[in-house]
């Protein structure tokens, strides 16, 4: 069964500083893993959406990455800004989980100004 | 404007109510889900479906129900015999249910509270 952490649960950092969120998973055998950001009280918003064939991805300040043989990804956020400021979750869509994808249980961002 | 809406964004329940709650998406997706989020906690899948007229169990389906009579309409219902149903619902969509390119958009969410 596909298991997914993310660490730490929090993160608070002063504006204009670089970071890098982690997301690790047990079953290398994925079909793609995505980057979500959700704020207060409300939905998911899709960041970045990685391949399984794929290395990285990028979006303006953001670029996550993905190592399958390590069960990892990061997403890189350049010259962090209040704005910034959510819960970042990232899903993992399994080979053989029927089109399930599992969560992590994200880490909230705070940007200091 | 494309995209997923869900109603109502609050709804409350008094013991031993049925709610259904809305989920539209017209992205024309094949695949639709529904999702349960607790406080400081990821996603839980209650249901999904694959297709119109089908649908699957996910992980914690007990005490909900649902239906896909159109491909763009995915409505949730909380039973009676959900004992803690009070959190914040979440409905997605995706063009199918897998494949590497297979991405998911979320819905603003319902809160549900029961008195």
């Known amino acids: 069964k596909q298991e997914v952490t993310q660490i730490p649960a929090a993160l608070s950092v002063p504006e204009g500083e670089n970071l890098v969120l982690n997301c690790s998973f047990t079953?290398?055998?994925?079909?793609?893993l995505q980057w979500f950001r959700q704020d207060p009280g409300k939905g998911l918003t899709s960041l970045l959406l990685i391949q399984s064939s794929q290395r990285e991805q990028t979006s303006g300040r953001l670029n996550a990455s993905l190592d399958k043989s390590s069960g990892r990804s990061t997403l890189y956020i350049a010259a962090s800004q209040p704005g910034d400021s959510a819960t970042y979750l990232c899903?993992?869509?399994?080979?053989?989980?029927?089109?399930?994808?599992?969560f992590g249980d994200g880490t909230t961002l705070t940007v200091k100004p | 404007d494309g995209g997923i809406t869900q109603s109502p964004k609050y709804l409350f329940r008094k013991e031993g109510q049925n709610v259904t709650l809305s989920c539209e998406q017209n992205?024309?997706?094949?695949?639709m889900y529904w999702y349960r989020q607790d406080p400081g906690q990821g996603l839980r899948l209650i249901y999904y479906?694959?297709?119109?007229?089908?649908?699957q169990k996910g992980d914690i389906a007990e005490g909900y129900s649902v239906s896909r009579e159109k491909k763009e309409s995915f409505p949730l219902t909380v039973t009676s015999a959900q004992k803690n149903p009070t959190a914040f619902y979440l409905c997605?969509?995706?063009?199918?249910?897998?494949?590497?390119?297979?991405?998911?958009?979320f819905g603003p969410g319902t809160r549900l509270t029961v008195l």
């Open positions: 992205l024309n997706h094949d695949a």
């Open positions: 479906s694959q297709i119109v007229n089908d649908f």
């Open positions: 079953d290398s055998a994925i079909y793609n």
């Open positions: 997605a969509s995706s063009i199918a249910a897998g494949g590497a390119s297979n991405e998911q958009f």
């Open positions: 899903a993992v869509l399994s080979l053989g989980n029927a089109g399930k994808s599992t």
